[in-house]
Nanobody, 125 residues
Framework: QVQLMESGGGSVQTGGSLTLSCVTS????????MGWFRQAPGKEREGVAA????????YYVDSVKGRFTISHDNVKNTLYLLMNSLKSNDTAMYYC??????????????????WGKGALVMVSS
């Protein structure tokens, strides 16, 4: 059972930056498609970015392309989301998730098996 824990959320002004981290509970040699999701108040959860820990291109939803960067440190077993040029509509609870099926097979953001508890990001003007 993979356990995920997010950190790095907080409050920032419009145009600012934040970096989210997601640590895997224990060392594993398994590879996963890992992703960041977010859910704003009153809205459905959406996939934001995903990356396969075995290598390959990252995936982004159109609204964050050019502003957000997802990366994974295989030594630290930590997933990151660097968020630049933050906008008010980026305000949401951000979740880390993982599945064993590689990214790019079907809907990259579907079928996640493991979830963190979330980190709140608030962007204000």
């Amino acid at each position: 059972q993979v356990q995920l824990m997010e950190s790095g959320g907080g409050s920032v002004q419009t145009g600012g930056s934040l970096t989210l981290s997601c640590v895997t509970s224990e060392y594993t040699e398994n590879t996963y498609c890992m992703g960041w999701f977010r859910q704003a108040p009153g809205k459905e959860r959406e996939g934001v970015a995903a990356i396969y820990t075995g290598g390959g291109i990252p995936y982004y939803v159109d609204s964050v392309k050019g502003r957000f960067t997802i990366s994974h440190d295989n030594v630290k077993n930590t997933l990151y989301l660097l968020m630049n040029s933050l906008k008010s509509n980026d305000t949401a609870m951000y979740y880390c998730a993982a599945r064993e099926l590689p990214c790019g097979y079907g809907d990259t953001f579907a079928g996640m098996e493991y979830w963190g508890k979330g980190a709140l990001v608030m962007v204000s003007s």
